[in-house]
């Protein structure tokens, strides 16, 4: 069963410094996003991606989020200078094309982000 | 008001017994409804869409009132591997992204 993969695992970076987590999708979606979700709290939305482009991304994707599918299989987040309170888990998830939300996003196993 | 809230609990039932959960939203123009499932330090799994008229799913039934904005999840003969924290999932109309409650967590005891 084909499924969204993620790396790291985990990852630990210094307060300050630029992250990038990687996802690869599965193969056939067309539409892509991250969550996070910080310890003991719920799942939060981050940013959706389509057509290579932005479609909707929450408040908490500030200035110091960016996303990108450099190669067609990739899809990356990178947060430009982490801060303590970033430290979470990270999903990135992907669905395949439909005009509304309805379809199933299936998510990768993601990816825990510990920043010092 | 939060968008998607649920019972934290946690639930610990016996092995075999009947479990309720239960989960309000408040948007009124939310679109469509799932149970996501998450064990520890894992992902979230679909365990199932909730449909106006209500979907079974072998020991699972879903139940959704649009008029109090309420959703419901049922699961009998509790087995030790249904073991989780439960996610009450909503999209809005116009949007595609999930809005997830923050969970109920269930433990069914031996």
């Known amino acids: 069963e084909p499924e969204v993969t993620q790396t790291p695992s985990h990852q630990v970076t210094q307060m300050g410094q630029e992250v990038i987590l990687r996802c690869v999708p599965i193969?056939?979606?067309?539409?892509f996003y991250w969550y996070r979700q910080i310890l003991g709290q719920k799942v939060e939305f981050l940013v959706s991606?389509?057509?290579?482009?932005?479609?909707?991304k929450s408040e908490i994707f500030d200035d110091q989020f960016s996303v990108e599918r450099p190669d067609g299989s990739n899809f990356t987040l990178k947060i430009r200078s982490t801060k303590l309170e970033d430290s979470a888990m990270y999903f990135c998830?992907?669905?395949?094309?439909?005009?509304?939300?309805?379809?199933?996003?299936?998510f990768g196993p993601g990816t825990r982000l510990t920043v010092l | 008001r939060k968008e998607v809230e649920q019972d934290p609990g946690p639930f610990n039932v016996p092995e075999g017994a009947t479990v309720a959960f239960n989960c309000t939203y408040s948007?009124?123009?939310?679109?469509?409804f799932f149970w996501y499932r998450q064990d520890c330090r894992k992902e979230p799994k679909l365990l199932m869409s909730?449909?106006?008229s209500g979907n079974e799913d072998g020991r699972f039934t879903a139940q959704l009132n649009r008029a109090s904005q309420y959703i419901s999840l049922l699961i009998r003969d509790s087995k030790l591997s249904d073991s989780a924290t439960y996610l009450c999932?909503?999209?809005?109309?116009?949007?595609?992204?999930?809005?997830f409650g923050t969970g109920t967590r269930l433990t069914v005891i031996p």
């Open positions: 998830a992907s669905r395949t094309r439909g005009t509304s939300g309805t379809d199933t996003q299936y």
């Open positions: 193969s056939n979606h067309l539409y």
């Open positions: 991606f389509y057509n290579n482009e932005i479609s909707e």
């Open positions: 948007n009124s123009a939310s679109q469509s």
């Open positions: 909730v449909y106006s």
């Open positions: 999932v909503v999209v809005r109309a116009g949007a595609n992204n999930l809005f």
